[in-house]
């Protein structure tokens, strides 16, 4: 009879409980299904099993990375925009490449050690996946830790760059008066006051000359205050290498904050992640069980970011010599 019951979908009691106690549908109950004997503990309810679980998660990892292109690539688009407009107009006005100067004006040395901090933090947590994999919790926290570590430098550096360039005056809606900077590294701008792109700089003067009056009134100035001029070594080998539109170099800053400070925005969530992370393996939580798939997604997130720089390096501070070389001419 109970046989019976339980094919047609009739509820049973089970020969356990006492007379008046609540039904069970099929035989079993609900709740025991969704957290107990029916699964892992890190499993949950609206999942059938583990692989499916662990299937969905990386696949909502991949849509969110794909939204996060599209955001990304959104500023990357503005770059080409900008910097294909005004290369031709600087050509056509016998200016030099803004996107050039720019660049010309950021620290690459400290571009290029970053680079290799985040390359660095790559294998990292790649080593902390396979560890989470692996369930070896030693060496899970120890390149979680590295990573956090290797983050932190990375802003760390980016802080003292940042700070640098808002010293030298080229941070735009902050501090931007890049004269004295410009004229330390060669160069004249064509202001509102001169030109905005009409080709020349102030009338009745030559630009060299004009660059050359700016550099000597900064140097000397430098010298008596020990200000901005004198940090440049006198300047006995500067050269006058041209003009560049201010405008026009202000909005290869306003793109270079935008892109960089965007970036920076990403390491600090991926550090207050990882900090989260390095918590629970230190409870033993993704090496005692199978659920380590948090710090594989995880590892997806922070590669994204890495890469990301990889694409930003050169194309914010390795395009001096080739633009520089052909606005010589």
């Given at each position: 009879?109970?046989?019976?019951?339980?094919?047609?979908?009739?509820?049973?009691?089970?020969?356990?409980?006492?007379?008046?106690?609540?039904?069970?549908?099929?035989?079993?109950?609900?709740?025991?299904?969704?957290?107990?004997?029916?699964?892992?503990?890190?499993?949950?309810?609206?999942?059938?099993?583990?692989?499916?679980?662990?299937?969905?998660?990386?696949?909502?990892?991949?849509?969110?990375?794909?939204?996060?292109?599209?955001?990304?690539?959104?500023?990357?688009?503005?770059?080409?925009?900008?910097?294909?407009?005004?290369?031709?107009?600087?050509?056509?006005?016998?200016?030099?490449?803004?996107?050039?100067?720019?660049?010309?004006?950021?620290?690459?040395?400290?571009?290029?050690?970053?680079?290799?901090?985040?390359?660095?933090?790559?294998?990292?947590?790649?080593?902390?996946?396979?560890?989470?994999?692996?369930?070896?919790?030693?060496?899970?926290?120890?390149?979680?830790?590295?990573?956090?570590?290797?983050?932190?430098?990375?802003?760390?550096?980016?802080?003292?760059?940042?700070?640098?360039?808002?010293?030298?005056?080229?941070?735009?809606?902050?501090?931007?008066?890049?004269?004295?900077?410009?004229?330390?590294?060669?160069?004249?701008?064509?202001?509102?006051?001169?030109?905005?792109?009409?080709?020349?700089?102030?009338?009745?003067?030559?630009?060299?000359?004009?660059?050359?009056?700016?550099?000597?009134?900064?140097?000397?100035?430098?010298?008596?205050?020990?200000?901005?001029?004198g940090g440049h070594g006198g300047?006995?080998?500067?050269?006058?290498?041209?003009?560049?539109?201010?405008?026009?170099?202000?909005?290869?800053?306003?793109?270079?904050?935008?892109?960089?400070?965007?970036?920076?925005?990403?390491?600090?969530?991926?550090?207050?992640?990882?900090?989260?992370?390095?918590?629970?393996?230190?409870?033993?939580?993704?090496?005692?069980?199978?659920?380590?798939?948090?710090?594989?997604?995880?590892?997806?997130y922070w590669h994204f970011v890495?890469?990301?720089?990889?694409?930003?390096?050169?194309?914010?501070?390795?395009?001096?010599?080739?633009?520089?070389?052909?606005?010589?001419?």
């Open positions: 009879m109970s046989n019976v019951a339980i094919h047609s979908g009739e509820p049973t009691r089970p020969e356990h409980q006492f007379e008046g106690a609540p039904v069970q549908a099929h035989g079993f109950d609900s709740h025991e299904h969704a957290h107990g004997s029916h699964g892992p503990a890190h499993l949950h309810h609206h999942f059938t099993d583990t692989a499916q679980q662990r299937e969905s998660n990386a696949l909502g990892m991949w849509v969110f990375l794909v939204t996060e292109v599209m955001t990304f690539g959104a500023l990357f688009f503005v770059y080409t925009l900008y910097r294909s407009l005004f290369e031709v107009q600087a050509h056509e006005q016998g200016f030099l490449s803004p996107w050039g100067v720019g660049s010309h004006l950021l620290n690459n040395t400290l571009g290029f050690t970053n680079t290799l901090v985040l390359l660095c933090s790559s294998l990292t947590v790649a080593t902390a996946v396979h560890a989470a994999g692996m369930k070896n919790k030693k060496l899970l926290l120890t390149m979680l830790c590295v990573t956090w570590v290797l983050g932190a430098v990375f802003l760390g550096i980016k802080a003292v760059e940042w700070a640098a360039d808002y010293h030298e005056g080229i941070v735009p809606g902050l501090n931007w008066n890049p004269t004295e900077t410009l004229a330390h590294k060669g160069f004249v701008a064509a202001t509102i006051d001169g030109v905005n792109g009409g080709g020349t700089v102030l009338p009745g003067t030559n630009p060299q000359q004009q660059w050359q009056a700016i550099y000597n009134e900064s140097a000397a100035s430098g010298a008596h205050g020990g200000g901005h001029g300047g006995h080998d500067t050269k006058f290498m041209g003009v560049v539109n201010s405008m026009h170099l202000q909005m290869f800053f306003v793109i270079y904050f935008c892109m960089t400070g965007l970036h920076a925005l990403h390491m600090v969530i991926g550090l207050g992640i990882l900090a989260f992370y390095i918590r629970h393996a230190h409870a033993n939580i993704f090496t005692a069980s199978a659920n380590d798939q948090p710090v594989e997604i995880f590892g997806l890495d890469i990301i720089w990889v694409f930003l390096y050169p194309l914010l501070y390795l395009i001096t010599l080739h633009a520089m070389t052909g606005a010589a001419h």
